[in-house]
Protein backbone atom coordinates (compact mmCIF):
# COMPACT_ATOMS: atom_id res chain seq x y z
CA UNK A 1 0.00 0.00 0.00
CA UNK A 2 0.71 3.97 -0.23
CA UNK A 3 3.45 4.40 2.65
CA UNK A 4 1.42 7.67 4.88
CA UNK A 5 4.23 8.89 6.12
CA UNK A 6 6.19 9.23 2.96
CA UNK A 7 3.54 9.05 0.27
CA UNK A 8 5.63 6.04 -1.61
CA UNK A 9 4.51 2.68 -2.45
CA UNK A 10 6.05 0.14 -0.47
CA UNK A 11 9.14 -1.61 -2.18
CA UNK A 12 7.75 -4.85 -2.66
CA UNK A 13 4.12 -3.22 -4.64
CA UNK A 14 5.87 -2.96 -7.27
CA UNK A 15 7.78 -4.46 -10.91
CA UNK A 16 10.64 -5.98 -9.39
CA UNK A 17 12.01 -7.00 -12.49
CA UNK A 18 11.83 -7.75 -16.31
CA UNK A 19 13.59 -9.93 -17.95
CA UNK A 20 13.88 -10.63 -21.73
CA UNK A 21 15.31 -14.63 -22.60
CA UNK A 22 15.14 -16.85 -25.78
CA UNK A 23 13.74 -20.61 -25.85
CA UNK A 24 17.36 -21.76 -25.20
CA UNK A 25 17.17 -19.90 -22.03
CA UNK A 26 19.99 -16.99 -23.09
CA UNK A 27 19.43 -13.90 -21.34
CA UNK A 28 18.69 -10.67 -24.02
CA UNK A 29 17.12 -8.45 -21.65
CA UNK A 30 17.19 -7.88 -17.65
CA UNK A 31 15.78 -4.35 -15.79
CA UNK A 32 16.46 -4.54 -11.70
CA UNK A 33 14.24 -2.86 -9.73
CA UNK A 34 15.06 -4.51 -6.84
CA UNK A 35 18.80 -4.76 -5.51
CA UNK A 36 20.04 -8.76 -6.03
CA UNK A 37 23.65 -9.62 -6.37
CA UNK A 38 25.19 -11.12 -9.40
CA UNK A 39 24.80 -14.82 -7.98
CA UNK A 40 20.59 -14.22 -7.29
CA UNK A 41 19.79 -12.61 -10.61
CA UNK A 42 21.95 -15.74 -12.36
CA UNK A 43 19.76 -17.87 -10.56
CA UNK A 44 16.72 -15.89 -10.90
CA UNK A 45 17.05 -15.93 -14.15
CA UNK A 46 17.86 -19.62 -14.67
CA UNK A 47 14.67 -20.55 -13.01
CA UNK A 48 12.50 -18.51 -14.04
CA UNK A 49 12.93 -19.79 -17.73
CA UNK A 50 13.02 -23.55 -16.57
CA UNK A 51 9.30 -22.72 -15.17
CA UNK A 52 7.95 -20.92 -18.26
CA UNK A 53 9.78 -23.35 -20.31
CA UNK A 54 8.32 -25.69 -18.93
CA UNK A 55 4.63 -24.77 -18.81
CA UNK A 56 1.55 -25.81 -21.14
CA UNK A 57 0.86 -23.29 -23.19
CA UNK A 58 -2.62 -23.98 -22.43
CA UNK A 59 -1.97 -22.64 -18.61
CA UNK A 60 -2.33 -19.01 -18.26
CA UNK A 61 0.59 -16.22 -18.18
CA UNK A 62 1.23 -15.94 -14.63
CA UNK A 63 2.23 -17.95 -11.82
CA UNK A 64 3.14 -17.27 -8.36
CA UNK A 65 6.55 -17.05 -7.92
CA UNK A 66 8.52 -17.01 -4.79
CA UNK A 67 6.33 -14.04 -2.30
CA UNK A 68 5.36 -12.50 -6.02
CA UNK A 69 3.91 -13.24 -8.95
CA UNK A 70 5.10 -13.68 -12.04
CA UNK A 71 3.57 -12.67 -15.40
CA UNK A 72 5.06 -13.41 -18.84
CA UNK A 73 4.09 -13.86 -22.32
CA UNK A 74 6.16 -15.56 -25.53
CA UNK A 75 6.49 -13.19 -28.75
CA UNK A 76 7.98 -16.24 -31.46
CA UNK A 77 11.34 -17.03 -29.78
CA UNK A 78 11.36 -15.11 -26.88
CA UNK A 79 10.08 -14.63 -23.72
CA UNK A 80 9.13 -11.53 -21.93
CA UNK A 81 8.96 -12.14 -18.02
CA UNK A 82 8.43 -9.76 -15.25
CA UNK A 83 8.07 -10.32 -11.46
CA UNK A 84 5.97 -8.21 -9.54
CA UNK A 85 4.04 -7.64 -6.12
CA UNK A 86 1.83 -10.23 -5.26
CA UNK A 87 -0.66 -7.94 -4.80
CA UNK A 88 -0.10 -6.28 -8.65
CA UNK A 89 -2.22 -6.76 -11.10
CA UNK A 90 -1.07 -9.28 -13.87
CA UNK A 91 -3.19 -7.57 -16.51
CA UNK A 92 -1.95 -4.60 -16.42
CA UNK A 93 1.40 -5.90 -16.21
CA UNK A 94 0.32 -8.15 -19.54
CA UNK A 95 -0.65 -5.76 -21.04
CA UNK A 96 2.36 -3.14 -20.22
CA UNK A 97 4.81 -6.34 -21.49
CA UNK A 98 2.69 -6.29 -24.94
CA UNK A 99 2.67 -2.69 -25.27
CA UNK A 100 6.54 -2.66 -25.03
CA UNK A 101 6.83 -5.37 -27.63
CA UNK A 102 4.72 -3.43 -29.55
CA UNK A 103 6.89 -0.57 -29.68
CA UNK A 104 9.68 -2.36 -29.89
CA UNK A 105 8.07 -3.79 -33.19
CA UNK A 106 7.02 -0.72 -34.69
CA UNK A 107 10.69 1.07 -33.67
CA UNK A 108 12.65 -1.92 -35.38
CA UNK A 109 10.66 -2.47 -38.02
CA UNK A 110 9.46 -6.14 -36.92
CA UNK A 111 11.74 -6.76 -34.01
CA UNK A 112 13.55 -9.98 -33.69
CA UNK A 113 16.11 -11.22 -31.05
CA UNK A 114 19.07 -9.79 -33.00
CA UNK A 115 17.78 -6.31 -32.88
CA UNK A 116 17.93 -6.94 -28.73
CA UNK A 117 21.70 -7.86 -28.65
CA UNK A 118 23.12 -5.58 -31.07
CA UNK A 119 20.33 -2.45 -30.13
CA UNK A 120 20.37 -2.81 -26.42
CA UNK A 121 20.97 0.50 -25.74
CA UNK A 122 17.58 1.62 -27.98
CA UNK A 123 15.67 -1.51 -25.65
CA UNK A 124 16.82 -0.22 -22.55
CA UNK A 125 15.82 3.34 -23.11
CA UNK A 126 12.14 1.81 -24.99
CA UNK A 127 12.30 0.29 -21.81
CA UNK A 128 12.37 3.37 -19.84
CA UNK A 129 9.75 5.12 -21.94
CA UNK A 130 7.25 1.98 -20.58
CA UNK A 131 8.55 1.52 -16.76
CA UNK A 132 9.97 3.74 -14.64
CA UNK A 133 11.81 2.61 -10.67
CA UNK A 134 9.21 -0.52 -11.39
CA UNK A 135 6.08 1.95 -12.31
CA UNK A 136 4.25 1.23 -15.43
CA UNK A 137 4.93 5.02 -16.90
CA UNK A 138 3.03 5.09 -20.02
CA UNK A 139 0.37 2.70 -21.54
CA UNK A 140 0.29 4.38 -24.63
CA UNK A 141 2.00 3.43 -27.57
CA UNK A 142 2.06 6.86 -29.67
CA UNK A 143 3.27 8.82 -27.23
CA UNK A 144 6.35 6.15 -26.05
CA UNK A 145 7.14 6.15 -30.34
CA UNK A 146 6.51 10.05 -30.03
CA UNK A 147 9.15 10.45 -27.66
CA UNK A 148 11.34 8.55 -29.01
CA UNK A 149 11.62 10.66 -32.13
CA UNK A 150 11.95 13.53 -29.92
CA UNK A 151 15.01 12.08 -28.28
CA UNK A 152 16.06 11.07 -32.15
CA UNK A 153 16.19 14.35 -33.55
CA UNK A 154 17.91 15.83 -30.23
CA UNK A 155 20.39 13.60 -30.85
CA UNK A 156 20.87 15.08 -34.44
CA UNK A 157 20.84 18.24 -33.46
CA UNK A 158 17.60 18.82 -35.60
Known amino acids: ?41 KKLIA ?5 VNARDGKFTNFVEFRNAKL ?20 LAYLEAIHLFVEVL ?3 FGNVCELDLVYNFHKVY ?16 KPQVLG ?8 MLGM
Not at 47 to 51: A, G, K, N, P, Q
Not at 71 to 90: H, I, M, Q
Not at 147 to 154: A, K
Open 1 to 41: GINAEYGTRDLLEMLQYLLVFNRQGKNRLAKWYVGFDDDER
Open 125 to 140: EILDEVFCAGEIMETS
Open 71 to 90: VYRRYAGLYFAAVVSADDNE
Open 47 to 51: EIYRM
Open 147 to 154: RLDTIERL
Open 105 to 107: DAY
